[in-house]
């Protein structure tokens, strides 16, 4: 035994103190995605064309002293958060020499041992254009709307209902789309209503991340894992539903005890709900379910073909957008613009909810205040500009603290006084030359924005709603993480989880448990990514290929699962939370930890039970 352990300890590189300064930046760039910071920078902004007797160097210099110019500066925020931290890390490493560009940054971006960063990508967007565009002909919304009023009366029927409702559209489209589309759904009906929100969303959004790890492609952490290892399409599915189905069964029964003494057995409802109003385009909505139907054949046939997942997928997502863009450009022709429906009736004297600013959520889920669902070419224009305004109008105070004018006192060189007059007809000559550039190029690119929006707008509002922010996200947490293995840090990873997982029931244990919680510590993005690449390495690779296959799969159920714990663990929790923030919940993090800890330990114990069971007798 001892033997084994100095040979395993004799693989592992040292550290030195690049190794020290990856780790370092790994954790900072980690904890900004996570709790982001706003730093000020003051910029130039222009001189002052005359002396103001307010400042307080014209207050302390003398009459005889040299008249002086003044530099006006504002300060501006950068946004340290989950597109610009990884990347700061990056280049602090790179400007330090710990990293190398064609090494690190180079494999981090193209992949090496089975990750394909970019393919991922690809796979994710092409997958979240076609939801989001089913979500935007209304169908998504019209079936939770039908859903609310068939069994909107009886509280606690309602509860299982939106449960099973979003388990079902997270398998077949993915965990963020439920977020987007149910959370405003669910805030409007407690308006309505004046039943308590907070049950209804700890429900749908439990269920949704649960129900994330059904298929291959519900969760961007299943995506990479499978990719990984080369797991097929079949395969994934094959392993997967029975712990996934257990985790849902088990998840829901806790949340409903949970809830028993929080939801009304009876509900009134004075709202007379048009679910048929919230389907805007019919054809549409026939068309898109159909791709999304075709996509997940395909990608069933393609595991006997051994077909990257990322070539099934994107074709589905270029016809979708090609259907999308003529449809739009059949409907706005001659500057017809395109009717738009009303979410319910005239309803009584109720609060209308606030719309999201997190995501356009307004556009797929209309306020009771008869907002639109899929706007006109003009109306989500005009959308757009109330969101700008209202993000100005909402942090006026605190860009009035921020900025500020900073004098600096400049002597001029030779002495004299300055000639105000002529300096005055200087600078307004230049300016409108100067500015008039950036004016015009600002006019333009508004008047190509304005006639996109006006022809294609079913097109814009989806494109305007794909998750940009994993882009640069993922790609540079592949980067951090190649680094991590480069420095040292991933052989010992593996040595640990090889010393941790001898046989496959502490191994699907095992790490299911550490994941679920490292999700919580680093997100389960970044933490499946080092994880995957853990479990591929070497050193783990002497252990019994069940094991290996039970590690791997119970790290999919922690990233999974390891979402239901705090709102932290995946970025879907904090777009939730923002939501629901904007709709006047606020869900805090103790508040959503006491919510789920009753939950994810039964859903972990049943789903890597189940784990454990399969692996062995498949054995």
């Known amino acids: ?13 040292p550290l030195t103190w690049r190794s020290w300064m990856v780790l370092v930046m790994f954790v900072l760039a980690t904890a900004l995605v996570i709790y982001p910071l706003r730093i000020p920078v003051p910029i130039p902004v222009g001189r002052a064309r ?50 190398k560009f064609k090494n690190e940054v180079v494999h981090g971006f193209v992949g090496s041992e089975g990750i394909q960063p970019y393919a991922i990508v690809i796979l994710i967007f092409a997958l979240a254009y076609i939801c989001i565009s089913l979500d935007q002909s209304g169908l998504l919304s019209y079936i939770a709307m039908h859903v609310t009023k068939k069994w909107g009366r009886n509280g606690r029927l309602l509860l299982i209902c939106f449960y099973l409702l979003s388990t079902i559209m997270a398998v077949l489209t993915s965990n963020d789309v439920v977020v987007l589309v149910l959370t405003p759904i669910i805030c409007i009906f407690s308006d309505v209503t004046g039943v308590d929100a907070e049950p209804f969303l700890i429900a749908m959004f439990v269920s949704a991340n649960t129900a994330s790890m059904a298929l291959y492609i519900g969760n961007p952490t299943n995506i990479i894992a499978s990719q990984a290892n080369g797991i097929a399409f079949l395969q994934y599915s094959a392993w997967m539903v029975l712990p996934f189905l257990g985790a849902v069964v088990a998840g829901g029964a806790v949340l409903y005890v949970e809830c028993l003494s929080k ?65 739009d450009l059949y409907l706005t ?49 005009s959308n757009l500009d109330d969101k700008r305004a209202s993000v100005l109008s909402d942090t006026a105070d605190e860009k009035q603290g921020a900025r500020h004018d900073l004098t600096l006192c400049v002597e001029k060189q ?11 007809q200087t600078s307004t000559a230049k300016e409108p030359a100067a500015g008039g550039k950036v004016y015009m190029l600002k006019k333009k690119t508004a008047s190509i924005l304005n006639v996109l929006t006006r022809r294609l707008p079913t097109v814009v509002a989806v494109v305007s709603r794909l998750p940009y922010n994993i882009v640069p996200f993922s790609i540079g ?23 941790m997982c001898p046989s496959v029931a ?113 054995k």
């Open 50 to 99: 005359k002396k103001s007797p307010e400042t307080p160097c014209s207050r302390a210099e003398a009459p005889d002293q040299k008249r002086r110019q003044f530099l006006r500066w504002r300060v501006v925020r950068i946004h340290m958060d989950m597109k610009l931290a990884p990347w700061v890390a990056i280049l602090i490493l790179l400007a330090s020499t710990t990293i």
């Open 506 to 618: 502490p191994a699907v244990f095992i790490v299911g448990i550490v994941t679920s919680l490292a999700c919580n510590i680093m997100n389960n993005l970044p933490m499946t990514i080092i994880f995957t690449r853990a479990l591929k390495h070497q050193i783990f690779g002497q252990v019994s290929a069940s094991t290996r296959k039970g590690a791997l799969f119970a790290l999919i159920i922690g990233s999974n699962l390891g979402a239901n714990f705090t709102l932290v663990g995946s970025l879907a929790g904090l777009m939730f939370q923002g939501i629901a923030r904007q709709k006047k919940r606020n869900i805090g993090y103790l508040r959503f930890l006491r919510w789920c800890l009753p939950i994810l330990p039964v859903q972990l114990a049943v789903a890597c039970a189940i784990l454990t069971a399969e692996v062995i007798i498949m």
């Open 477 to 499: 947490m592949f980067i951090l993480v190649e680094s991590l293995s480069e420095q040292g840090w991933t052989p010992r990873l593996s040595w640990l989880l090889k010393r």
């Open 1 to 13: 035994m001892s033997d084994n352990t100095n040979n395993d300890t004799e693989e592992l590189p």
């Open 333 to 381: 022709h001659g500057g017809q613009t395109i009717e738009t429906p009303t979410l319910v009736a005239p309803a009584p004297a109720v609060a209308p909810a606030v719309a999201p600013a997190v995501a356009p959520v307004s556009e797929a889920v209309p306020t009771p205040a008869a907002a639109p669902l899929s706007p006109s070419p003009d109306a989500l224009t």
């Open 414 to 424: 030779d002495g004299s006084l300055p000639q105000h007059s002529t300096s005055e």
């Open 263 to 327: 939801i009304p057995r009876r509900i009134e409802i004075d709202l007379q709900i048009q679910p048929r109003s919230m389907l805007v385009r019919p054809r549409q909505a026939i068309f898109g379910a159909s791709m999304l139907a075709l996509c997940l054949i395909a990608l069933s046939v393609s595991s006997f073909f051994h077909v990257a997942v990322w070539i099934v997928t994107l074709p589905f997502g270029g016809a979708m957008m090609v259907v999308d863009a003529l449809v």
